[in-house]
């Protein structure tokens, strides 16, 4: 069984500046693909970026990059230029394909606030 | 905009008094899911169907069920509500095979068991 654990639960940054998000997994499989998801207060949750386990670059969507440390077995997100609209909780998720669909192991989650 | 759908967004039920929740899709996708989400806890899986298949997790309650009437719908059960299933309840989708594989989520339906 997968394990997936962010170690900071709550963190806060100001407006402009950049922070990291930290995530560490364990497993045996060689394939499986990691995600950050983003879930503002009330709000549903989306995904902010997604890393192939097989791909060595790491991946980016505008300010938000990770950094993809296989052997490590460590995925942190990186939030460039931190915006108001940044504040929410974000989990870090393992998946494996398999044949019955493509389960989802989270982390418990880092509540992220973004200070004007 | 395909997307993810659930109703209510706020539903409350009393305690013992059945209730069910809906989700639809847009997405055309074949699997949809459902979690359960506790104040400031990640998204735990109750269950899920794949196109018509329907996989239940070892540990989610026999009070819990889900029907899949159609790809578009789907909807969830709890037949006798606990104080203890107060939670919002995901609904999530994705498709297997291609290059889309992410899950997609719907809002959520916040439960209420008075």
């Known amino acids: 069984a997968q394990t997936v654990t962010q170690s900071q639960p709550e963190m806060s940054v100001q407006e402009a500046e950049t922070v990291t998000l930290s995530c560490t997994y364990d497993?045996?499989?060689?394939?499986?693909?990691l995600f950050w998801y983003k879930q503002p207060p009330s709000r549903q949750m989306i995904l902010v970026i997604r890393q192939e386990a097989y791909k060595q670059q790491n991946a980016t969507e505008n300010r938000f990059s990770v950094n993809f440390q296989k052997a490590a077995k460590s995925f942190s997100l990186k939030i460039s230029d931190s915006q108001l609209g940044d504040t929410a909780m974000y989990f870090c998720?393992?998946?494996?394909?398999?044949?019955?669909?493509?389960?989802?192991?989270f982390g418990g989650g880092t509540r992220l606030m973004v200070k004007p | 905009d395909a997307m993810v759908i659930q109703n209510p967004r706020y539903q409350v039920t009393q305690f013992g008094k059945p209730v069910t929740l809906s989700c639809s899709q847009t997405l055309n996708h074949n699997v949809m899911y459902w979690y359960q989400q506790k104040s400031s806890q990640a998204p735990k899986l109750l269950f899920h169907y794949y196109d018509k298949d329907f996989n239940n997790e070892a540990d989610t309650p026999d009070n819990f069920q889900s029907r899949r009437p159609n790809t578009s719908f789907c909807f969830l059960d709890i037949r006798s509500p606990g104080l203890g299933d107060a939670a919002m309840y995901l609904c999530?989708?994705?498709?297997?095979?291609?290059?889309?594989?992410?899950?997609?989520f719907g809002p959520g339906t916040r439960l209420t068991v008075t």
């Open positions: 998720a393992f998946m494996k394909r398999n044949n019955a669909g493509n389960m989802l192991t």
């Open positions: 999530a989708t994705s498709r297997d095979g291609g290059l889309s594989y992410e899950q997609y």
């Open positions: 497993t045996s499989e060689n394939n499986y693909y």
